[in-house]
C-alpha cells in the first residue's frame, strides 16, 4: 500500500513540475499599435519570425490595440505589423523590428507609428549614410520648392508682359528663367511663344527670320524635355506634346517654311490623334496660303473624315476647288465635281455662319443652286 501510494506520489510530483519547466523554457511577448495619429490600431496582425528556426507566431491586436501571448520561445526575432490579415497575404506592412530579442520572462515591443514618423523627420535611429541622404534629399526638396516659386513668378511677369504686347519684356523674362533652371519644358515652350509672337511685329525681315527661328529652336527643346519627363497621364503628355508640335508648325508657317511645317502639324495629330481633325485644320491653311490647291483639299478631306460636322472644313475645300476651276468656250466657270457639295455642306453644317455670304456668292458664281440640304434624304415622291 506504501509503495502504490508512493507511485502516486511521484507522479503528482512529476506533473507539477512540467509546467515549471515550461515556465523557464519560455517568454512572454506584449505590445501596443498605434497609427500615425496616435490611435489604436484594432484587429492588427503581429507576426514574429525566429531568426533561428523560421518558427512563426502570429498576434492580433484587441479594440485597444494590444496584443499578448506566452509561450514564446527565447531567441532573435524579426517582427512584423500587419494592419490586417488581408494585408498580411499581400505582403503590405506597417512596421516592422528586426533583431527583437526575446527573453525569458516578459517581453514588451510597441508600434508608435506617429513617433516612427517624428523620429524619421528627425532623424534618429538612422545610420551617418543614411543621416546624409535624408538631408540631402530634403536640401533638394527645399532648392525645389524655392526654383518653382521664382519660375512661376518669371512666367506671370511675362505673361503680364505680352498680354500688355510687350513680347520683349516677356522674352528678358524666361531668358533669365532658363538661366535658373534649363530642364522646364513649359519656360521653353513659352519663350518660343512670345518670339514666335513677337516676329510678325518686326519691320525688319532679318529680325523677324531670326525670332521665327529661335521660336523653332525652342520649340525642339520643349518637346526634347517633356519626351524625357513624362507626365503620369499619358494622355495629357500626348496632348501637350501636339500643343508643342502645333506651335512649332505655325513658326515653320510664319517663316515661310511649308514643308516643315506641313510635317510638324502631322507629328500633332499623330502624338494626339484625338485632336487630329484641327491640326488637318492647320495643315490646310497652310497649304491654301500656299497656293498648294491638290495638298490642301487633301487635308481638308482629313479633316472631314476626322470630324463630318467641322463646317469650315467644307467652305475650304470649295474655295481651294474653285481656284481649279476653269471658263468654258461660252465664258462660264466650271468647277470641278464635288465644289457646290462642299459649300452647300457648309451651309447646311452653318447657314449664318462666318462665311456663309461668301459661300453663297461662291455658288452663284459656279451657276449653282444655294442648297441647304446636301447630305439628307430627299423624301421619295408620291
Known sequence: MKKHFAIILFLLMLGLSVPSVLAQNSGTVKGAARDP????????????????????????TNKKGEYFSL?????????????????????????HANGFTVQLDENTLDFDLKKEQENAAKGVGLSAEQLK?????????????????????????A??????????????????????????DLIWFKLADYYRLSAVKQ????????????????????????????????NAQSKT???????MAEAYAKAGKTDDAVKTYALAAQTDPSAASQYYFNTGAVLTNAGKVDDAITAFDKVIAADPNKADAYYWKGVNMIGKAT????GKMEAPSGTAEAFQKYLELQPTGTYADAAKQMLTSIGASVETTFGKKKAAKK
Open 203 to 234: 519691320t525688319d525681315p532679318a529680325e523677324k527670320t531670326k525670332r521665327l527661328d529661335s521660336a523653332v529652336e525652342d520649340y525642339q527643346k520643349a518637346i526634347e524635355l517633356k519626351q524625357k519627363t513624362p507626365d503620369k497621364d499619358a
Open 71 to 95: 509561450g514564446i520561445t527565447p531567441g532573435k526575432y524579426n517582427v512584423q505589423l500587419f494592419k490586417n490579415a488581408d494585408d498580411q497575404k499581400a505582403g503590405k506592412e506597417l512596421d
Open 241 to 247: 506634346l501636339a500643343a508643342y508640335y502645333n506651335n
Open 37 to 60: 495619429q496616435g490611435n489604436p490600431i484594432p484587429d492588427a496582425i503581429v507576426v514574429y519570425t525566429n531568426l533561428d528556426n523560421g518558427q512563426k507566431y502570429s498576434l492580433k
Open 159 to 184: 505673361k503680364t508682359d505680352a498680354d500688355a504686347g510687350n513680347y520683349d519684356g516677356a522674352i528678358a523674362e524666361l531668358t533669365a528663367a532658363n538661366q535658373m533652371d534649363p530642364t522646364r
Open 133 to 157: 541622404q535624408m538631408q540631402e534629399q530634403k536640401a533638394k526638396q527645399e532648392k525645389e520648392v524655392t526654383t518653382v516659386k521664382s519660375l512661376n513668378e518669371k512666367l506671370n511677369a
Open 327 to 330: 471658263l468654258s468656250k461660252d
